[in-house]
């Protein structure tokens, strides 16, 4: 059996306690592809985080509900606190043109 020094075993229960008192971080990022980019960008504004949008396909004219998410980058895997500045950066998908819209093609052959 192994005899731990008195602040061996103190120093365990802080180091327990602060794991159990850690923030717990945003949902899973996978969690939220495939769902309407305003409703992600709104969800994470409300859980502190300052968003950031990467356009990565399609117009960014288009509005966000017209766009989906294909990915949530949070670089430090940090949740935001009171008084801190965390960002995350959502990947938004938009159609790249109008559906039903005219559509003109020449084809040779």
């Not at 949740?79 to 159609?95: I, K, S, W």
Request: glycine share 12%.
């Amino acid at each position: 059996m192994v005899d731990l020094p008195r602040y061996g075993v103190l120093a365990a229960f802080a180091v327990a306690a602060a794991l159990g008192c850690a923030p717990a971080a945003a949902a899973d990022p996978s969690s939220f592809s495939g769902r309407a980019a305003d409703t992600v960008v709104a969800d994470l504004q409300a859980q502190g985080y300052n968003v950031s949008i990467n356009w990565v396909t399609g117009f960014d004219t288009k509005p966000l509900s017209d766009c989906r998410v294909t990915g949530v980058n949070n670089p430090g895997d940090i949740a935001p606190t009171e008084g801190t500045f965390t960002t995350v950066y959502v990947d938004v998908a938009c159609p790249n043109g109008d559906d039903g819209g005219f559509r003109f093609g020449v084809g040779l052959g």
